[in-house]
């Protein structure tokens, strides 16, 4: 493609299933897209699946997305950072660390909750984001402009887009997601131990024993890096964990039928009240928010919106000509108006809306 292609420009570094994914996802939206990867074989396969339009970097790109292990990526976002003006974000399932490392205007942490059973970019598909969680970080350092625009880029993607504090990302992935997966790792290895009864076990195993340990047959090359980046999050839940299992066992050796049947309602009961996949047809509603043009202004108000359940369909911020006071123009349910309106209020904005026809 030519340089002056009107096209946008994108670049990925790391361009395993996720940047594969990204590069894929990108390019049906029109996107030029650049990668690099650590191993070049790698970056090879990714331009041979078409998830790039070249290998090489790209100082000129747009955005960048930062696919690395969670070890690598503060230091590669900074590279990115300084090689061009562009927009940086990155994927990583822990964000405090790398926040703290990459205090610009121009980063926003970033998590897109996706995944495949296939590993690296053989199993990189353009519509892996299709209804998955995509959570933005954005701090008190991020421009308001470079958070509307890397969540547009990623809403565009399918994902359904969710604002977090950082730290409060990682408290909250440690339960829904480091945890089991070293449970599920855990089990299926104390099944693997019984060498004895092996083969026994595993003829044995039908679809709940499946399902729970489906995740234990991720890469174990990142965990690490994530156990390593979140390890007082983890130990924290791992800690309240293992004491709720004592409990269980508990209720176990005294023959406590009530109990036991209370734990296993209330569990049935969260379970049917997780979401699955984001809502398309809906009534919206359009809220506007006066708001002074400082720094962490907009990271705030989404990460409230996530905080109260209201999911934003569309962000966007317009400038005031004069004086340092803009407005933000949210999208959301029409029906989840008057709780977000509250919400504001209660923080002290002053917001409007009106029903979109």
């Known amino acids: 493609m030519a340089a002056g292609d009107a096209s ?18 990108l390019r049906e939206q029109g996107w030029w897209v650049a990668g690099t990867d650590q191993n070049a074989a790698v970056a090879a396969e990714a331009l041979g699946r078409g998830a790039l339009d070249a290998v090489g970097s790209a100082p000129d790109a747009e955005i960048t997305f930062v696919a690395t292990p969670v070890g690598s990526a503060a230091a590669a976002a900074r590279t990115a950072l300084a ?3 562009g927009l940086v974000t990155d994927v990583g399932s822990v964000k405090a660390p790398i926040a703290a490392a990459v205090a610009n205007p121009r980063f926003v942490g970033g998590h897109p909750m996706a995944g495949s059973e296939q590993e690296g970019v053989a199993g990189a598909r353009a519509d892996l984001f299709e209804n998955a969680v ?9 421009d308001d402009d470079a958070l ?8 565009s993607l399918g994902a359904d887009v969710v604002s977090l504090a950082p730290e409060r990302h990682d408290s909250l992935v440690a339960v829904v997601s480091h945890v089991p997966h070293l449970t599920a790792a855990t089990l299926m290895a104390l099944a693997g131990d019984r060498s004895e009864e092996h083969q026994v076990m595993l003829r044995l195993a039908a679809g709940g024993f499946r399902d729970m340990t489906r995740i234990a047959s991720g890469h174990p090359g990142i965990w690490p890096d994530i156990c390593d980046e979140n390890s007082e999050a983890i130990c924290s839940v791992l800690d ?3 004491g709720a299992l004592g409990d ?13 049947l209370d734990l296993l309602e209330r569990a049935r009961r969260a379970r049917a009240h997780l979401p699955y996949g984001l809502e398309r047809e809906v009534s919206l509603a359009e809220v506007r928010v006066p708001v002074f043009d400082r720094p962490g202004e907009l990271a705030r108000m989404t990460s409230l919106t996530t ?9 966007e911020i317009a400038h005031s000509v004069e004086g340092g006071q803009g407005v933000a123009i949210l999208v959301v349910n029409a029906e989840a108006a008057a709780v977000l309106l509250e919400a504001l209020r209660t923080q002290g904005y002053a917001p409007s809306s009106r029903f979109l026809p």
């Open 83 to 85: 090689a061009g003006n």
């Open 8 to 25: 946008p420009r994108a670049a990925i570094i790391g361009t395993g299933l996720i940047g594969g994914s990204i590069g894929l996802a």
């Open 248 to 260: 269980v066992r508990a209720l176990v050796a005294e023959g406590n039928r009530g109990g036991l």
């Open 240 to 242: 309240r964990f293992i």
């Open 148 to 155: 509307v625009r890397i969540r547009s880029v990623v809403a």
């Open 307 to 315: 905080d109260i359940g209201v999911n934003i369909f569309d962000l």
């Open 134 to 142: 995509w959570v933005l970080t954005p701090t008190a350092a991020t």
